[in-house]
């Protein structure tokens, strides 16, 4: 048998920035890879139907950002082009807390705003332009083509959703991968050829968007290019985000947790935003042009499916991205993690034809319990701050010693407004630089422990000038 002719072809179902990524690492590795997408190519200036989270604002993290530039040479710099906006987060991105607006410095972390469309249209634009990657559009997924022992997937049955007359037609592949998001049937074809479907479980703290395009204000010249509203568990259930896009726009987003879901229409979209307890949104707002009318989205819940338990693998097929785990976006992990699960598909593959397999025998179990090492930690960190509203579903009660740390955790957000240090230690674990057990740190632990005084010692947004003192970049340990 032919070395590589397991690696002949491999078929990524779903366009997403998962299967984006996807696609572009088993690139590497196979001759021909194909990207199956239900939806037209992605454009710039629309949002993708089959996406509608893709309307709401997406923040990119660093861990993210670092891995997409390393599989696509040269995309910061065209985001860049095609109207990004870098934002430092210490003294570019405004973020209130607890009834503190955090002190200016300079962070160690920048960030690329844009929206969705613009990420994921440049992303695709590099990724078809390697020579063995093909993208099919408007394509209906029927399920998978198996062997006749039933033990390996030989391809995916398909239906052109622009051709009624052409029926059902099979394509070929080695490897499969289901990037098809929340509504991946992958349980179902399981089951459908004889395996057991994952396990899943839910976190629904019941979080709720309400978003809106805004023209810029001409007269908006303060330093701050973002600024955010935190939701703040159990009592603070309102927050909101305005996230500069290209075209001289404001991505806003109000925020709603507990089943405080922000209205959709224009009288009430206001009326959320003036009962937040900084003024300063609703007045920037108040007379700012509305370019869109407001869109919602509630389907936030966080879902684990755990097929790093199934008693048995369909060798050649693999699932990732949201169709494995799905967290609450307010927390903004989904994209970076899901460009560290197709660098960990990487490193499966590698070790594959390093130990000379002449097949994918075993490289599906071994990615879906390596993917489930990825994803323990945001998973972790979405849920945990979730179980925290009284009105949560699904989870466990947390125990002394989580309450312990989430205790901690608060003392840390209490403090991050007067300290730039514990700050900027947040902001690496929160952008997936450091892991959270870096903020027990002796250093970090006496900045957050030690004695705060009682004064409010930052400003409000609204009286900022350009020019303003800037704190110098903080030493983390």
């Not at 690696?7 to 001759?31: E, N």
Request: with cysteine.
């Amino acid at each position: 048998m032919n070395p590589e002719s397991a690696y002949s072809h491999a078929i990524v179902i779903g366009g997403s920035i998962a299967g984006l990524t996807a696609a572009r690492v088993l690139s590497d590795h196979f001759a021909q890879v194909t990207l199956i997408e239900r939806d037209g190519p992605p454009d710039a200036a629309t949002f993708r139907k089959g996406a509608p989270q893709t309307r709401h604002p997406h923040a990119l993290l660093a861990k993210g950002e670092a891995i997409l530039e390393e599989m696509f040479p040269g995309l910061v710099q065209e985001l860049k082009a095609g109207g990004g906006i870098p934002a430092n987060f210490g003294n570019e991105a405004g973020l209130y807390i607890n009834g503190q607006w955090c002190q200016s410095f300079t962070s160690a972390i920048t960030t690329i705003a844009c929206s969705r469309p613009l990420l994921e249209s440049t992303i695709y634009r590099k990724l078809t332009a390697l020579p063995n990657v093909q993208v099919l559009h408007g394509q209906e997924m029927l399920g998978l083509s198996v062997d006749d022992t039933q033990t390996r997937v030989t391809g995916v049955r398909l239906l052109d959703r622009g051709d009624t007359a052409g029926g059902e037609r099979t394509l070929s592949a080695n490897l499969v991968v289901d990037a098809s998001g929340r509504g991946s049937h992958a349980p179902q074809w399981l089951e459908e050829w004889g395996y057991v479907p994952p396990t899943e479980t839910m976190v629904n703290a019941f979080t709720g968007y309400s978003t809106r395009i805004y023209r810029k204000p001409a007269y908006y010249t303060s330093e701050w290019k973002m600024l955010y509203m935190m939701t703040m568990a159990p009592h603070t259930p309102r927050g909101v985000i305005i996230i500069p896009m290209e075209g001289d726009r404001w991505h806003v987003c109000l925020i709603g947790v507990g089943g405080d879901y922000p209205p959709t229409d224009e009288a009430g979209f206001l009326e959320f935003a003036r009962s937040l307890p900084s003024p300063v949104f609703y007045d920037l707002l108040k007379d700012a042009e509305p370019l869109t009318a407001p869109y919602g989205y509630r389907t936030a819940e966080n879902r684990m499916r755990f097929y790093e338990k199934l008693p048995r693998y369909l060798d050649g097929f693999v699932v990732t991205g949201d169709a494995v785990y799905a967290f609450n976006p307010v927390y903004g992990q989904g994209m970076s993690t899901a460009a560290m699960a197709a660098v960990t598909l990487g490193g499966c593959l590698k070790e594959q034809r390093r130990q000379g397999s002449q097949s994918l025998d075993g490289l599906a179990q071994r990615f879906q319990k390596k993917l489930a090492g990825v994803t323990a930690g945001p998973w972790q960190m979405a849920t945990g701050q979730d179980i925290r509203w009284p009105t949560t579903q699904g989870g466990q009660a947390p125990d002394p010693v989580t309450r312990l740390i989430q205790g901690y955790l608060d003392k840390v957000l209490m403090v991050m407004p007067r300290d730039p240090l514990v700050a900027e230690a947040f902001f690496h674990v929160q952008n997936m630089l450091k892991v959270p057990q870096s903020l027990f740190h002796p250093k970090i632990l006496w900045h957050v422990l030690k004695p705060q005084p009682r004064t409010q010692t930052t400003q409000p947004v609204s009286v900022r000038r350009l020019g303003d003192p800037v704190l110098a970049q903080p030493s983390l340990p």
